[in-house]
């Protein structure tokens, strides 16, 4: 909903580069329209020098694809597009095969809050080969980075530890589109609410907020904003103490909460945004609780993320909500995760056979696993995820007892002290038409913090996190490094 909510066009088919687009006239013009295949989106390295990614996303993508078709306007523009030699680029027939088509491809996915690692498949699209890589762009782009924005979320609230992180990133986030994205992507992976009122309303998010130092410099002292503003919201009162001398604000939100106490309201608290945090946090403390206001909080924002919140733990700081905005709506340390689509699989209509397919390249983490894959999670009887198998469709979970590091072939785990295991990906669509019941965000979000609690300990560090086991099946490694050992022989120089 957030990627169209200011369009009148109710189709996104045009979120895509245009190289999509040419190779989608190539394949038709090449007598490749009704060929399948089978694409597989993952990433490669985990964001933040972490442990986890959480998957984030999944739901817009859904509404994207339930609109998924070329309208006359779509169409209309493509046809003003101009090759190098000043002919159109696309051809009339092509344009009018793509003003036919009815989106007919078979989805499964990761679940929206499933932690998800590298190399692994998180979507897996299996269609006509046009619509197939059409796709790309699509995926790419809201998969990326409302799973980013989620994992840096959660990072946040594991350096919390238990107290709320709130999203204060409207200001800062890259455009609306980007900033409703990435309230719905905190929200999931733990955040307790956001600043978007507009994120409030089309994903119903909690929103909070109160005043800026704007509303005290409009009244000049901080006793006569304090006092306005209490009059005004009674029950919703966290005063901005450090407009001008940030203990004489305490002093004064003191002062307001005892009177509001008097005529039976309560405040909630006060709020740091400069400074030295951990500092005044411990002192504002000790003056509400001197006052006896035991029940206020001391809240803290300015340019947080993951690694200042935990060094205020740290420190001692008596800080008890989080007002998190820059640094997690831009994923400041972090700008995009390396998401790719790869293709892995091509048939003729009718054939039962898949042609596998693989991408080389000099580069070992870079050469892709070939084939239509699938991904069983296995846990412990404690219920803590022990590793994660890619293996080939057919495959059958529980013969698989060892996998392989696709990075370095003499990396290998066995599969030991298993007690479960389950599939990661759900089906989506079937031939075009969604069959899936997608949770509520609070369910995504129930989801996210218990994935998060079965990942043991070691998985969720800052600092050189212990990495979680992800390997392909012994079958399916055989089946790759015969197509390298092919594709490399076949490409061998001639003299």
Known sequence: ????????????????????????????????ADREAVFQYFFRRLPFQGGFVLMAGLQELIELLERYRFTESDLAYLSTLKDNAGGPLFEQAFLDFLGAMEFACDIESAEEGTLVFPNEPLIRVCGPLIQAQLLESMILNVINYQSLIATKAARCCLAAEGDPVIEFGLRRAQGHDGALSASRAAYLGGCAGTSNTLAGKVFGIPVMGTHA???VM????????????????????????DTYDTLDGVREAVRVGLRL??????????????????????????????????????????????YLIRSLKTQGAEIAAWGVGTKLVTAFDEPALGGVYKLTAVRRQGDSEWDYKLKLSEQTAKISI??????QRYSGADGQFVADAI???????????????????????RLTDVAASEPLMREIFRRGQRVYESPSIEGMRTRAADQLSRLHHSHKRFENPHLYPV?????????????????????????
Not at 4 to 30: C, V
Request: glycine residues 8%; proline residues 4%.
């Open 471 to 495: 390997g392909i099946s012994g079958r399916l490694q055989e089946i790759r490094e015969g197509m390298i050992g092919r594709l490399r022989g076949n490409n061998l120089p001639t003299k």
């Open 218 to 241: 409009v009244f000049g002292q901080d006793r006569e904003a304090f006092e306005a503003f209490a009059a005004a919201f009674p029950n919703n009162c966290v005063f901005l103490v």
């Open 391 to 413: 293996m080939d469709i057919g495959e059958e979970p529980e013969r698989v007892e060892r996998i392989v590091d696709p990075n370095d072939i003499h990396r290998s785990r």
């Open 370 to 375: 070939p084939g239509v894959q699938k991904v």
């Open 213 to 215: 130092h704007s509303w």
């Open 1 to 32: 909903m957030a990627a169209h909510i200011f369009r009148e066009d109710p189709s996104m088919a045009l979120l895509t580069d245009q190289y999509e687009l040419t190779m989608a006239m190539g394949y038709w013009k090449n007598g490749l």
């Open 261 to 306: 106490r008097e005529r039976g309201h309560k405040m909630i608290g006060v709020r740091l945004d400069s400074g030295d945090l951990a500092y005044f946090s411990v002192e504002a403390r000790r003056m509400l609780d001197e006052a006896g206001l035991h029940d206020a909080v001391v809240m803290a924002s300015n340019e947080l993320d993951e």
